[in-house]
């Protein structure tokens, strides 16, 4: 009787704390995976086409895709604020920003954007529309397959100078760590999304000062390997404005070949290589080159989590008509 009693007593507790966390949870993942099925079904296949005809003309795009989605996201939330153009010299936007001149595969995400509206006009957001192309480039570039909840609408603001959450390529760990904890962001989600590193592109301007002027004592930067930093140099002469690769081993897949070679010294930014050289990450480093499922499943997990960072859902926000610009 009293065994009875205790059950039904837990029973109780049980849904009084679950309801409350239904709702918080509906707050918290506000986005569907298929969230156009019924209003543009064919809106991710478009997507994927022009994802696809892409990276047959230029292998490397998946790269400009996957960090635009990171810029994105961390900067205003996933709502496409890195698209919009300064209209007014007195409000510059995001685009601006030295950190997002080098971003890659604005047009194509444009060109996206006309042939979905072409079929259902105003439905699809360019938020949505960088999360599918980020979530395919993954595919293409890696073979790693995540699907991504949609229904994220665009933002109207834009500010040069809120990029400024995305971290700097010179930092060690604990401070970079601080820019994804405040995005509730893990160091164990920071070292798997690094991975995207291993396709793409770095100005050979940031990788410069480790070559050739690292400090006073250090011309160059002792946790790079020699040997690689001679080739660096080879890739980088002084005062160059080409780029490199960022893994120069298989330099348009996504793969845990970017962990091997930290092992080996030969990250080429300063915030890869201190991934393998401080004790918060470097077991996580080892992890990923050991169990590469491991990385695959942690990177596609952290992915979606990215694309869920303050997303405007609902009546917030707007469908843009066309991304580089605020609707009327
Ligand atoms: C952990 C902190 C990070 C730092 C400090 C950082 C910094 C950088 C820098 C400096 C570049 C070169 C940009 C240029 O040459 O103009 C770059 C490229 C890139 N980043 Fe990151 N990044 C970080 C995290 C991420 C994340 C989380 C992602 C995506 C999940 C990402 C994806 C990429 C990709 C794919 C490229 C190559 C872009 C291209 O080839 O166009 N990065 N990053
Ligand atoms: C973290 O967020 C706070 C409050 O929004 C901000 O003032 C601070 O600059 C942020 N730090 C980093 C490293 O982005
Ligand atoms: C230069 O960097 C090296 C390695 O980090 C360090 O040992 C040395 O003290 C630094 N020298 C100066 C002048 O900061
Ligand atoms: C690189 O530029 C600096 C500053 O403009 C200049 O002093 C230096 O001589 C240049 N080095 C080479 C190798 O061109």
Known sequence: ?????????????????????????????????????????????????????????????????????????????????????????????????????????????????AKVEAVCPGIVSCADIIAFAARDS?????????????????GTVSIESEVSALPPPFLDVPPMLQFFTNKSMSVKEMTALSGAHSIGFAQC???????????????QDPTLDPKFASFLKKKCPQNATNSVNLDSVTPNHLDNQYYKNLKRNMGVLTSDQV??????????????????????????????????????TGKKGQIRKKCGFVNH
């Open 1 to 113: 009787m009293s065994n009875m009693f205790m059950i039904c007593t837990l029973l109780f507790s049980a849904l009084a704390i679950l309801a409350p966390l239904e709702i918080l949870a509906a707050h918290w993942q506000p986005l569907a995976e298929g969230y156009y099925w019924k209003s543009c079904p064919s809106a991710e296949q478009i997507v994927w086409k022009a994802v696809s005809a892409a990276v047959r003309k230029d292998p490397t795009i998946p790269a400009g895709l996957i960090r635009l989605y990171f810029h994105d996201c961390f900067v205003r939330g996933c709502d496409a604020s890195v698209l919009l153009k300064t209209t007014s010299s007195k409000n510059p936007t995001e685009l601006e920003d030295f950190a997002n001149r080098g971003l890659r595969g604005l047009d194509l995400i444009d060109s996206i954007k």
């Open 138 to 154: 993954t595919y293409k570039a890696g073979g790693i397959y995540y699907s991504i909840p949609s229904g994220r609408r665009d």
């Open 205 to 219: 301007r940031l990788v410069s000062p480790r070559l050739y002027n690292f400090n006073k004592t250090h011309p």
């Open 275 to 312: 991934l393998a050289n401080h004790p918060m990450t470097a077991k996580i480093v080892k992890k990923y080159i050991a169990y590469p499922e491991i990385w695959i499943q942690d990177f596609a997990d952290a992915m979606v989590h990215l694309g869920s960072l303050d997303v405007l």
